[in-house]
């Protein structure tokens, strides 16, 4: 009896070690990228993300987030902690749907995401970009699988979700939307009204504690009552990119008295350069306008900008509204083909700011690791894994798809949820960013990960039901014989 009892007792010890243990090799294997290229991988923004810089543009939590674990001592400590995060939900997600903890198929998933999906790259890289599926798998996870998840893991989940909806400024619509989805395809299902209201209920919290901070920011720090202190400035650039904003402005100005009026005159009159026009003088350039220019800085950067920034925005959907709709689709449909994981890693144009944060804070040794790299010196191989995505890509959303029709001729409709959401959340993704601030491989790169996921636990729990149907017809084969 006390043997029976000592082994009850170490079971649940043996399986958290257990856990443990198989997250942890998970997450050295998707580390494998960025110590293969000796750093962290880094964008522009990665700077401001660990100067911790406000900015309007930009949620400051993310920085925050990372500061708490580097510390100014150890760079490698965040994407240690994305490297932990990506493996646990990994490793949750392969739990509910297996029905168990499933070791060989977890590491299955590990091992096919990591050769053939962009997740590794966004595991390495100090962006906040790897928040954004997250910030989806969490909610489906808190509002579909509640009862599947230990005390430990709600709290963790809850405050996980707080954390990957505030750390970037696309994440609070997108988890409306999200929600949104969740409680259509409940009532699809016939869910009692009083379980989606407590599902919706729990996962509004960090949504709402998400928006709030992100609110009370831009109130202290920019001085503005809104979410998006920056917003209607960079949609106005990408805009004026695409065509809308440009034509109206050029039949509006002077007459419209806006202060940005004199400066379209000197772009659309100089026949050379400007520092943000094209040689013809025909098309504004919004990455050059918004960072590079001084005529940007002369108007009164984002702060001086944003109310004539809205204005003109209204002003150009009221004029033009089907040159606007007309953008939104030519945006979106460009995005959606433009997914490559690793397109922006390339030696930064702005090395010398990076040296100097990283010497400032992280000391030399962290300096020389940096320019030893390979995204340092070039050496990462773009052109490859551009040409594998175009390949990996369509594979993994017709695996995904496939994956999904055969779970709803099961009925297995947790999956098809997952499914529906992964697509409906990549396409929003696509459309918001594409239409505000442009088509940047990143942006679209940064979600496709979530294919082969969905994929991958579809087909777990496929063959979950097909074991279950075949021991059913055995038992009633054996039923009957009796």
Not at 176 to 194: G, K, N
Not at 294 to 320: H, K, P, Y
Not at 327 to 356: F, Q
């Amino acid at each position: 009896m006390s043997l029976r009892l000592e082994t009850m007792s170490s079971a649940p010890t043996e399986g958290l070690f257990g856990a443990a243990v198989a997250i942890s090799a998970g997450a050295a294997f998707l580390l494998l990228p960025a110590l293969i290229n000796g750093f962290p991988f880094v964008f522009p923004d990665s700077e401001d993300y660990l100067v911790f810089t406000p900015m309007p543009y930009r949620s400051p939590y993310y920085g925050l987030f990372i500061f708490f674990f580097h510390l100014n001592h150890f760079i490698w400590a965040p994407i240690l902690v994305q490297a932990v995060i990506a493996s646990h939900l990994i490793w949750v997600l392969v739990r509910i749907f297996a029905g168990r903890a499933d070791f060989s198929y977890f590491f299955l998933s590990i091992l096919v995401l990591s050769l053939f999906s962009g997740l590794p790259i966004f595991v390495g890289y100090i962006m906040a970009d790897f928040f954004t599926p997250v910030t989806l798998l969490v909610l489906y996870i808190l509002c579909l699988h509640w009862p599947d998840l230990t005390k430990i893991e709600r709290c963790y989940l809850l405050l996980l979700a707080c954390v990957a909806i505030a750390a970037h400024l696309t994440h609070p619509p997108l988890a409306l939307v999200t929600i949104a989805c969740i409680i259509v395809l409940q009532i699809a299902r016939h869910v009692p009204p009083r379980l989606i209201l407590i599902r919706t209920g729990v996962a509004s919290i960090p949504i709402a504690l998400a928006i709030l901070a992100i609110l009370v920011n831009n109130i202290v720090i920019h001085r503005v009552f809104a979410i998006y202190a920056a917003g209607s400035t960079l949609l106005l650039a990408n805009m004026i990119e695409y065509g809308p904003a440009r034509s109206y402005l050029q039949e509006a100005c002077p007459a419209a008295g806006y202060k940005i009026c004199p400066a379209i005159n000197d772009c659309l009159t100089n026949p050379h350069w400007g520092d943000w026009c094209e040689p013809s003088g025909s098309r504004w350039i919004a990455n050059r306008f918004l960072w590079n220019s001084q005529a940007f800085r002369q108007l009164g950067g984002f702060a001086g900008m944003r109310d004539e920034a809205g204005s003109i925005v209204a002003a150009t959907i009221e004029a033009r509204p089907w040159d606007v709709l007309d953008m939104a689709k030519r945006t979106a449909g460009s995005a959606l083909v433009t997914h490559a994981p690793a397109a922006e890693l390339e030696p930064l144009i702005t090395d010398e700011w990076m040296v100097d944060v990283l010497s400032k804070k992280f000391g030399p040794s962290t300096v020389r690791a940096y320019k030893e790299s390979l995204q340092s010196n070039g050496l990462i191989p773009l052109d490859f894994l551009r040409v594998v995505d175009d390949v990996t890509f369509p594979l993994a959303l017709a695996s995904m798809l496939t994956a999904g029709l055969f779970a709803v001729r099961r009925g297995l409709w947790d999956a098809v949820g997952l499914v529906i959401l992964v697509f409906v959340f990549f396409v929003t993704n696509a459309v918001l960013c594409s239409f505000a601030s442009g088509v940047f491989d990143r942006y679209q790169a940064r979600m496709t990960w979530l294919f082969p996921l969905a994929a991958l636990v579809t087909i777990c729990s496929l063959k979950r039901s097909g074991s279950s149907d075949g021991m059913l017809g055995a038992r009633s084969i054996l039923a009957k014989s009796r």
